[in-house]
């Protein structure tokens, strides 16, 4: 982007910047500037990520005799009754992002 403009600026420190030369008060000088952008520099950044995870990071079955003891000391601590199953696992979700 190339653009040409003034700026505006009074005695007092006040600026401001106008796309073409305007009128001044008495206090008022312009300062004609030339802009040079490149193209690229309004272009929003398109953010990208890489995940991934390491196989040795997924967890490892525990043994069913684990699962039984916790069971054990969690009915012991909450005086609940609890009753633990073992059913086939199955791929259902799928659309989970």
Do not use: C, H
Not at 19 to 25: A, S
Not at 75 to 81: F, R, V
């Amino acid at each position: 982007m190339k653009t040409t403009g003034y700026l505006n600026v009074n005695s007092r420190g006040t600026a401001r910047f106008t796309k073409n030369r305007v009128g001044l008060d008495w206090n008022e000088i312009a300062i004609k500037v030339n802009i040079d952008i490149p193209d690229e520099f309004f272009e929003r950044p398109v953010l990208e990520a890489k995940i991934e995870v390491d196989k040795e990071l997924i967890p490892k079955p525990q043994p069913f005799d684990l699962i039984l003891k916790s069971k054990d000391l969690i009915e012991e601590s909450t005086g609940a009754k609890i009753n633990f199953s073992v059913v086939p696992y199955e791929e259902d979700n799928k659309n989970v992002e």
